[in-house]
């Protein structure tokens, strides 16, 4: 059974602090995907990787970055949490570029007070 | 770039069809996507369309028009547990790696 797994539900951390958001993929995806969901606003891209060292930009990359060291771990770090980042995060992975479906971790709700 | 419209809302009752439109404008196009979002889960897979025409799967149909940049989801014979979000999501060119771009979502409550 495909399996994509975030390492936290819920996280609330405080303004400035660092926070680091962990996902796997149990299923040798080649692409992995970080979002923000906000209510009006959708599911919005910030960041992907298509290989083991190899990361893009999506949408809204500003005040993120990523690592991917190992094809399974796609981490989302912020480096001075701020109250805007407060959201839900989804970690999303697909096997390659012609695959139909894009499976998606079960969210991280960060509240940074 | 991409832009993506559907409702925000809609109500329906139980047992009755519903249609959920999407109209996207983009750069490039290799797929369109609908996905299922329950409350506090993740988006789920729905639907699949590359080609126009009509992809039947059950109770849940997708209908795109490219040539329109259009596309529905046609739920017959709703249930209550199809009261979800349902996520419209376009891919990019052939041979981009970044993969889908999501509309806001449109939340479908089926009432008893």
């Known amino acids: 059974d495909v399996k994509v797994t975030q390492s936290s539900r819920y996280l609330v951390k405080r303004t400035g602090e660092k926070v680091f958001l962990e996902c796997v993929q149990d299923?040798?995806?080649?692409?992995m995907f970080w979002y923000r969901q906000d209510p009006g606003l959708g599911l919005r891209l910030i960041y992907f990787?298509?290989?083991?060292?190899?990361?893009e930009k999506g949408d809204i990359p500003e005040g993120y970055s990523v690592s991917r060291e190992k094809k399974e771990r796609f981490s989302l770090i912020l480096e001075s949490a701020s109250t805007n980042q407060t959201s839900m995060y989804l970690c999303a992975s697909i096997l390659g570029q012609g695959a139909r479906e894009q499976y998606f971790g079960p969210g991280t709700r960060l509240t940074v007070t | 770039g991409q832009n993506i419209d559907q409702p925000t809302e809609m109500t329906a009752t139980e047992g009755a069809i519903v249609q959920i439109n999407c109209t996207y404008q983009t750069s490039g196009f290799n797929g369109l996507f609908w996905y299922q979002q329950h409350a506090g889960e993740a988006p789920t897979f729905l639907s699949y369309?590359?080609?126009?025409g009509l992809e039947e799967k059950g109770r849940f149909s997708s209908f795109l028009s490219r040539s329109k940049g259009y596309s529905y989801l046609l739920l017959k014979e709703l249930q209550m547990k199809d009261s979800a979000s349902y996520l419209c999501a376009v891919r990019d060119e052939a041979g981009s790696a970044r993969q889908l771009t999501f509309g806001s979502g449109t939340q479908l409550t089926v009432l008893p």
């Open positions: 990787s298509y290989d083991v060292k190899m990361k």
């Open positions: 299923m040798d995806h080649e692409n």
């Open positions: 369309n590359v080609l126009d």
